[in-house]
Antibody
Framework: EVQLVESGGGLVRPGGSLRLSCAASGFSFSSFSMNWVRQVPGKGLEWVSSISGSGSYIHYADSVKGRFTVSRDNTNNSVYLQLSNLRAEDTAIYYC?????????????WGQGTLVTVSS | DIQMTQSPSALSASVGDRVIITCRASQTISVYLNWYQQRPGQAPKFLIYGSSSLQSGVPSRFTGSGSGTDFTLTISSLQPEDFATYYCQQSYSVPQTFGQGTKVEIK
């Protein structure tokens, strides 16, 4: 069974940093690109970042470019999102999601999310 | 960036009703259109990929169609568990973008 479990969220002051983790199980982790998607509570979904299975290809939304860094550890089946220089508008639930290969790249499995709150 | 616009933003319907949600892309995306369902307090759930291909385990009352810039998600006979918010997403180009969501509420 595919499982994605995020952790690392919490309350952080503006300008602060946080590292989110997503532990994956139940599939061949290194074969899949992984994505981060965030959602302000009560609002819509915003794609944040993706990283290919090898880690060679990385993309970011303009809203986080230069402040967030995605990485992965295929030995430990985990993907990470380092959040830096945080702003109030980064407050959201952050989901990690697996990208299905061989089709139109939908996000077929999602974790339960971890809440990041940026506030003084 | 490709903008995705869903309509309506919300609708009220009864169990057994046929529901149609539309999604329009700001430029052509072929069939790189996916649909998700999100129930309150839950993570999104993947429903349809490639505009019309149903993910395994998704009930057949859900159908998707369209190509280019105009797409639809149809629920043929609304069930109690279908009351949720639905999102379209284009995966044609980076950044992937989502529609703003359509909330399906109980009438």
């Amino acid at each position: 069974e595919v499982q994605l479990v995020e952790s690392g969220g919490g309350l952080v002051r503006p300008g602060g940093s946080l590292r989110l983790s997503c532990a994956a199980s139940g599939f061949s982790f290194s074969s899949f690109s992984m994505n981060w998607v965030r959602q302000v509570p009560g609002k819509g979904l915003e794609w944040v970042s993706s990283i290919s299975g090898s880690g060679s290809y990385i993309h970011y939304a303009d809203s986080v470019k230069g402040r967030f860094t995605v990485s992965r550890d295929n030995t430990n089946n985990s993907v990470y999102l380092q959040l830096s220089n945080l702003r109030a508008e980064d407050t959201a639930i952050y989901y990690c999601a697996r990208e299905l290969v061989g089709t139109t790249s939908p996000l077929d499995y999602w974790g339960q999310g971890t809440l990041v709150t940026v506030s003084s | 960036d490709i903008q995705m616009t869903q309509s309506p933003s919300a609708l009220s319907a009864s169990v057994g009703d046929r529901v149609i949600i539309t999604c329009r892309a700001s430029q052509t995306i072929s069939v790189y259109l996916n649909w998700y369902q999100q129930r309150p307090g839950q993570a999104p759930k993947f429903l349809i990929y490639g505009s019309s291909s149903l993910q395994s385990g998704v009930p057949s009352r859900f159908t998707g169609s369209g190509s280019g810039t105009d797409f639809t998600l149809t629920i043929s006979s609304l069930q109690p568990e279908d009351f949720a918010t639905y999102y379209c997403q284009q995966s044609y180009s980076v950044p992937q973008t989502f529609g703003q969501g359509t909330k399906v509420e109980i009438k």
